[in-house]
């Protein structure tokens, strides 16, 4: 069946950058474009960027414009994210989320992996 | 960005109840609305899609209506497995936005 299994848990100092995976299997890694999306204790949730893992375009909320690159590895099926100049407001939940369908389609995300968690700590 | 406004925040309700929440959009986003479960420590699970599409293996219970600005999740009737936190998300204009989420509890 469809998974994305992410990295582990991450701790790092204010200043910091952080790479997450997410590995992907049971379906065909080109054909569906992969959203990031973060979840801050206690709070909802904020759409990060995409990329299309065929071609390698991605997108990125102008929140996060020049701090977050997402990237992959099509040799192995893998999304990366990362993030730079870390500080404790990036401490959340980070998820990979598969885009539902073709592109653009209707936009839902139906596969999601299991989060990793991120502490921004001194 | 498009604002989502879920109304209420939290809800109190019994086994066997119909449940609505409801979705404002600040704008028209057509019908490019999402909604999803969030059970604590786990990630959000896609119930609706396109306002109201059930999505494959989600129990007919749940329910989605609305388009332009309003938007509803119906649960017809209420099952332990249920009380949880739900979310909509407009995927009409960029960035995709999420409502703050609804908690329901028993």
């Known amino acids: 069946q469809e998974q994305l299994v992410q990295s582990g848990a991450e701790v790092k100092k204010p200043g910091a950058s952080v790479k997450v995976s997410c590995k992907t299997s049971g379906y065909t890694f080109s054909d569906s474009f992969m959203h990031w999306v973060r979840q801050a204790p206690g709070q909802g949730l904020e759409w990060m960027g995409w990329i299309d893992p065929d071609r390698g375009g991605t997108n990125y909320a102008q929140k996060f414009q020049g701090r977050v690159t997402v990237t992959r590895d099509t040799s192995i099926s893998t999304v990366y994210m990362e993030l730079s100049r870390l500080t404790s407001d990036d401490s959340a939940v980070y998820y990979c989320a598969r885009h539902l369908g073709q592109w653009p389609g209707v936009g839902a995300f139906d596969v999601w992996g299991q989060g990793t968690m991120l502490t921004v700590s001194s | 960005d498009i604002q989502m406004t879920q109304s209420p925040s939290s809800l109190s309700a019994s086994m066997g109840d119909r449940v609505t929440i409801t979705c404002r959009a600040s704008q028209t986003i057509s019908s490019y609305l999402s909604w999803y479960q969030q059970k604590p420590g786990k990630a959000p699970k896609l119930l609706i899609y396109?306002?109201?599409s059930l999505q494959s293996g989600v129990p007919s219970r749940f329910s989605g209506s609305g388009s332009g600005t309003d938007f509803t999740l119906t649960i017809s009737s209420l099952q332990p497995e249920d009380f949880a936190t739900y979310f909509c998300q407009q995927t009409y204009i960029a960035p995709d936005t999420f409502g703050q989420g609804t908690k329901l509890e028993i």
């Open positions: 396109a306002a109201s």
